[in-house]
């Protein structure tokens, strides 16, 4: 649960912004986005290869 402390001199805009990147840096919205629709496991597992795929060309994309 991410929990933001507005301080007294803050304006809202400042509050939300900082609330917005904690939200983003715990992964809660990358969660939610998952959840909101069942994914079946054959999709989810040619998904996972797909981003391990991509993973792999980045990091011998510098060393190449």
């Known amino acids: 649960m991410t929990l933001v402390r507005v301080k ?3 304006s ?3 509050a ?3 609330f917005k ?3 983003e840096k715990s ?5 939610y ?3 909101v629709y069942f994914e ?11 981003a391990a795929r ?9 060393f190449g």
Not at 27 to 31: A, H, V
């Open 8 to 10: 007294d001199d803050e």
């Open 12 to 14: 809202f805009d400042s």
């Open 16 to 18: 939300l912004r900082r």
């Open 21 to 23: 990147k904690q939200c």
């Open 27 to 31: 992964g809660i919205l990358s969660e």
């Open 33 to 35: 986005r998952k959840r």
């Open 40 to 50: 079946k496991p054959c999709v989810k597992r040619k998904r996972k290869a797909l």
């Open 54 to 62: 991509k993973k792999l060309v980045r990091r011998t994309r510098h």
